[in-house]
């Protein structure tokens, strides 16, 4: 999806939630596209460690559930839940543009 998407280029791709954080600390993009359901840790608790540790990253919660809770989007510093369904290049472009305006 991110090669389909102008202006973004994946920097890595990881299997679990203790791999996301740790190459979100290693690497510092701009932008994660996180899964909600990943091995080990969830995407939750992976996004709210990775924000924990570089605060200016940008993170989209993904899944597969077509509803997800505003909340828990909030709560984890999430700046805004996906359904895959939907995900493409223009709400990735959208997300983006949303995020790094607030």
Same mark, same amino acid.
């Given at each position: 999806m991110v090669d389909a998407s102008d202006g973004f280029?994946?920097?890595?791709?990881?299997?679990?939630?203790? !791999?996301?954080v740790l190459a979100a600390g290693r690497l510092r993009p701009d932008l994660v596209l996180m899964d909600v359901n990943l &091995?080990?840790?969830d995407g939750v608790e992976a996004t709210r460690r990775s924000r924990a540790a570089c605060g200016q990253i940008v993170v989209l919660l993904l899944s597969t559930a077509d509803a997800e !809770?505003?909340?828990?989007?909030?709560?984890?510093?999430?700046?805004?839940?996906?359904?895959?369904?939907?995900?493409? &290049?223009?709400?990735?472009?959208l997300a983006w543009r949303s995020a790094v305006v607030t």
């Open positions: 280029e994946a920097v890595g791709e990881v299997e679990s939630g203790e !791999e996301a &091995p080990g840790i !809770e505003d909340l828990q989007t909030a709560q984890c510093g999430a700046s805004e839940y996906i359904p895959k369904s939907r995900f493409g &290049p223009r709400a990735l472009e």
